[in-house]
């Protein structure tokens, strides 16, 4: 089979189209014909050998969710035949013509919803449900403030919180982004290249920050949660130290907290998409969130879709279509 391989840790250029030997499924696995890979963040972080725990990266496959048909099954994995269409997490190996994913980390895909706009959907909904909805607690009437509105994550957090009942404030490079995640269902969305995103929401105060900047954004964040607020952290591109008062964290009874998702545990995974698939796959069948897509790309270019990915200039997902 073909796949996307890192020649070694560097910039998009090390990404190269190779030849692979075809997988096979394993007791509990499936081997999923890949149709469409979704690229994220931690692909890049991978591709440069920053990944938490990623070690010498060279003849890695990069993709954490594809969508495509199943294959073939392993032993222990009932729900799944042949001929199913699917969407799945994978700790690695998505850009790829085939892939083997744990029958338990796959979800059907959702009626009326093609392989590209189902591989847009994994990584970032079980994201943002676990650190939106479990870690953060987000309940119906109250504020979700989310930075990077524009991304994939941030299009996703959007749309559910407003469908949820909440409402939202945003942040985002451009007026173009802000108007995007305005039409997504953003009550606020701050262009945080001419306003201070604290200042337009003092006034509001937010109760749960779903944060990827960090930085000096960190005390600002915390500044703005209401009493009993919640500050997830998925990710600190401006650095992970900031200062901040225990003081007030006890006094305003703060929590801080955050994940990364690819290091947990296989049974987590299958427990959180057991989650989603109650949750959040109601709310695509009834056309209240979809993923929003703003670029394809064959699979060997998959290092033109990494370099879109680093300029920011995407609003929503970035995608791989596969054709084998």
Same mark, same amino acid.
């Given at each position: 089979?073909?796949?996307?391989?890192?020649?070694q840790?560097?910039? &998009?250029?090390v990404?190269?189209?190779? *030849?692979? &030997?075809?997988?096979?499924?394993?007791?509990?696995?499936?081997?999923?014909?890949?149709?469409?890979?979704g690229v994220?963040?931690?692909?890049?972080?991978?591709?440069?050998?920053?990944?938490a725990?990623?070690g010498?990266? /060279?003849?890695?496959v990069?993709?954490?969710?594809?969508a495509?048909?199943?294959?073939?099954?392993? &032993?222990?994995?009932?729900r799944?035949q042949?001929g199913d269409?699917v969407?799945?997490?994978?700790?690695?190996?998505?850009?790829?013509?085939y892939a083997?994913?744990?029958?338990?980390?796959?979800? &059907?895909?959702?009626?009326g919803?093609?392989?590209?706009a189902?591989a847009?959907?994994?990584?970032?909904v079980f994201?943002?449900?676990?650190?939106?909805?479990?870690?953060?607690a987000?309940?119906?009437?109250?504020t979700l403030?989310?930075?990077?509105?524009?991304?994939?994550?941030?299009?996703t957090?959007?749309?559910?919180?407003?469908?949820l009942?909440?409402?939202?404030?945003?942040?985002?490079?451009?007026?173009?982004k802000?108007? /995007?995640c305005r *039409?997504?269902?953003?009550?606020w969305?701050i262009?945080?290249?001419a306003?201070?995103?604290e200042?337009?929401?003092?006034?509001?105060?937010?109760?749960?920050v779903?944060?990827?900047v960090?930085?000096?954004?960190?005390a600002?964040n915390l500044?703005?949660?209401k *009493?009993d607020g919640?500050l997830?952290?998925?990710?600190?591109?401006?650095?992970?130290?900031? /200062?901040?008062?225990a003081?007030?964290?006890?006094?305003?009874?703060?929590?801080?907290?955050?994940?990364?998702?690819?290091?947990?545990?296989?049974?987590?995974k299958a427990?959180l998409a057991?989650?989603?698939?109650?949750?959040?796959w109601?709310?695509? /069948?009834?056309?209240k969130?979809?993923?929003l897509?703003?670029q394809?790309?064959?699979l060997?270019?998959?290092?033109?879709?990494?370099?879109?990915?680093?300029?920011?200039a995407?609003?929503?997902?970035i995608?791989l279509?596969?054709?084998?």
């Amino acid at each position: 089979m073909k796949a996307i391989t890192i020649r070694q840790a560097g910039g &998009p250029d090390v990404l190269q189209l190779t *030849d692979a &030997p075809k997988p096979r499924p394993a007791a509990g696995q499936v081997l999923v014909r890949v149709q469409a890979a979704g690229v994220n963040r931690p692909d890049v972080l991978l591709r440069q050998g920053k990944y938490a725990g990623s070690g010498d990266v /060279a003849g890695s496959v990069p993709g954490l969710e594809i969508a495509g048909v199943v294959e073939a099954c392993g &032993p222990g994995a009932p729900r799944w035949q042949p001929g199913d269409a699917v969407c799945a997490l994978l700790a690695s190996g998505g850009y790829a013509e085939y892939a083997v994913v744990d029958a338990r980390h796959c979800l &059907p895909v959702p009626d009326g919803l093609g392989p590209v706009a189902a591989a847009a959907l994994p990584e970032t909904v079980f994201t943002v449900w676990h650190n939106v909805f479990q870690r953060g607690a987000l309940q119906p009437g109250e504020t979700l403030l989310v930075h990077g509105g524009s991304s994939g994550i941030g299009t996703t957090a959007i749309q559910l919180a407003h469908a949820l009942g909440s409402r939202v404030a945003t942040t985002a490079g451009s007026d173009a982004k802000c108007a /995007a995640c305005r *039409d997504l269902g953003a009550d606020w969305a701050i262009n945080y290249k001419a306003e201070d995103f604290e200042e337009v929401l003092k006034g509001e105060g937010v109760d749960v920050v779903l944060d990827m900047v960090g930085g000096d954004y960190i005390a600002k964040n915390l500044r703005l949660l209401k *009493d009993d607020g919640r500050l997830v952290f998925i990710n600190a591109t401006q650095g992970g130290a900031g /200062a901040f008062s225990a003081l007030e964290v006890m006094q305003r009874r703060l929590t801080i907290t955050g994940s990364t998702l690819r290091p947990r545990s296989a049974d987590f995974k299958a427990a959180l998409a057991a989650a989603v698939e109650q949750h959040v796959w109601p709310l695509v /069948a009834a056309g209240k969130f979809r993923p929003l897509i703003h670029q394809t790309f064959p699979l060997a270019e998959a290092a033109g879709a990494h370099r879109l990915l680093e300029s920011s200039a995407h609003i929503g997902k970035i995608v791989l279509e596969v054709r084998s």
